[in-house]
Every structure is written in structure tokens, then in C-alpha cells.
T-cell receptor
Framework: KAGVTQTPRYLIKTRGQQVTLSCSPISGHRSVSWYQQTPGQGLQFLFEYFSETQRNKGNFPGRFSGRQFSNSRSEMNVSTLELGDSALYLC????????????FGPGTRLTVL | AQTVTQSQPEMSVQEAETVTLSCTYDTSENNYYLFWYKQPPSRQMILVIRQEAYKQQNATENRFSVNFQKAAKSFSLKISDSQLGDTAMYFCAFMKLVHSGNTPLVFGKGTRLSVIA
């Protein structure tokens, strides 16, 4: 069974731009979560989607948004990029027989210049 | 709010030796899961082992085992017969269980483990 995939793997943007990241969960998984990883703040939860509905949300500004499609693929969008948004963005899915364990994708490295 | 503390930012171990990574957590919850994830330089976060809080028996997965002390809120990871491929950042994570569905993972800051040949 294929793992969680994320595209693109690397992105370079400039301040003020917006960006969209994509995540395809493991087949059969209906929950997708997004995390931001930075050297200073560590791993922080952004949001979780389940069956196209946002189920949980972390403490991030409204510039960070997401959505989930009927095939469980998810996208997250960051508008008006700031230098501090430079980070590794990790997507994780769960579902099937083990809804309590999250499986992570390889991440998207976003650099904001 | 739950917090997870990993007090060892960096550790090193000789190949084939045993090493223990520490993790403590703070919660008032009774039903939860604990996890250890590893993140090699390739950045892919990989599940190492998980422990259900209601289970008294410590989880084991091949060379990896945990020492779960619920009263002390301690969850350490022991790696036996360390291999070069074990070199990675190790994250301890906590997840609360609720009736409406599981909650997000709360991570510690990580321990960077280097296995030396």
C-alpha cells in the first residue's frame, strides 16, 4: 500500500505571495492532519480534516487554511507569506484499522525569501 | 494543555550498544496514547513504537522497547543493538483520546541520536 505523498517537496516563495501544498493520504484513510516543523518551535499542529470537514484546528493565524476533497486528498494554503513561514510542512493520515496512529508523508520544505 | 518534555537534546551511542531516550509528559487525562517517532536526515517521520495508556505491559518492536511509568508520567525508549541506521531525531508524542475522535499529536522537542561505528 502506498504511503502518504506530498507535493511539491521543495518550494521557494517571496514574502507576500501565497502557496498551496498538497497531500494524498494512504488509501482508505479519511483523516489528514498538517503540522509545521521549525527549528525554534518544533512540531506544531495546524489542522485536521476528516471527511471534508475540519475537525481540529491549531493556534495559527487565518492566513493558514486547508481543505479536503471527496477522495480524502488535502491541500493547505498559506496567504501573504512571511519570512517566519519558512518551515517543513508535514502531512499525516490515519484511518482504516488503526485510527489512533498517524502516518507521515515526506514533507514539503517551504522557503520564504 | 498537555506538554511533552525530552530532556536530552543530543545523545550518542556506539554501534551494537544499548541507549535509552527519556520522555516525560504532563496531563490530567486518563485515556491517551504515547508514541515514539524517528526522523532521519531524509526528514520522513517514521513511527517507531506506540503505547496505549490503559495497557500496563510495555510495548516492544524488535530492538525497540519502552518503559512506560504511568504514575510518574514517564515514557522512555530503549534501543538495543544500535545500528548506524538508527541515527535520527527521535520525537516523543502524546495523543489524548476523546469520544468524538482522536486529538492531534503533541510532540516533544526531540532528541538527536547519533550511532557511532
Amino acid at each position: 500500500k502506498a504511503g502518504v505523498t506530498q507535493t511539491p517537496r521543495y518550494l521557494i516563495k517571496t514574502r507576500g505571495q501565497q502557496v498551496t501544498l498538497s497531500c494524498s493520504p494512504i488509501s482508505g484513510h479519511r483523516s489528514v492532519s498538517w503540522y509545521q516543523q521549525t527549528p525554534g518551535q518544533g512540531l506544531q499542529f495546524l489542522f485536521e480534516y476528516f471527511s471534508e470537514t475540519q475537525r481540529n484546528k491549531g493556534n495559527f493565524p487565518g492566513r493558514f487554511s486547508g481543505r479536503q476533497f471527496s477522495n480524502s486528498r488535502s491541500e493547505m494554503n498559506v496567504s501573504t507569506l512571511e519570512l517566519g513561514d519558512s518551515a517543513l510542512y508535514l502531512c499525516a493520515s490515519r484511518g482504516g484499522l488503526s485510527t489512533d496512529t498517524q502516518y507521515f508523508g515526506p514533507g514539503t520544505r517551504l522557503t520564504v525569501l | 494543555a498537555q506538554t511533552v518534555t525530552q530532556s536530552q537534546p543530543e545523545m550518542s551511542v556506539q554501534e551494537a550498544e544499548t541507549v535509552t531516550l527519556s520522555c516525560t509528559y504532563d496531563t490530567s487525562e486518563n485515556n491517551y496514547y504515547l508514541f515514539w517517532y524517528k526522523q532521519p536526515p531524509s526528514r520522513q517521520m517514521i513511527l517507531v513504537i506506540r503505547q496505549e495508556a490503559y495497557k500496563q505491559q510495555n510495548a516492544t518492536e524488535n530492538r525497540f522497547s519502552v518503559n512506560f511509568q504511568k504514575a510518574a508520567k514517564s515514557f522512555s525508549l530503549k534501543i538495543s543493538d544500535s545500528q548506524l541506521g538508527d541515527t535520527a531525531m527521535y520525537f516523543c508524542a502524546f495523543m489524548k483520546l476523546v469520544h468524538s475522535g482522536n486529538t492531534p499529536l503533541v510532540f516533544g522537542k526531540g532528541t538527536r541520536l547519533s550511532v557511532i561505528a
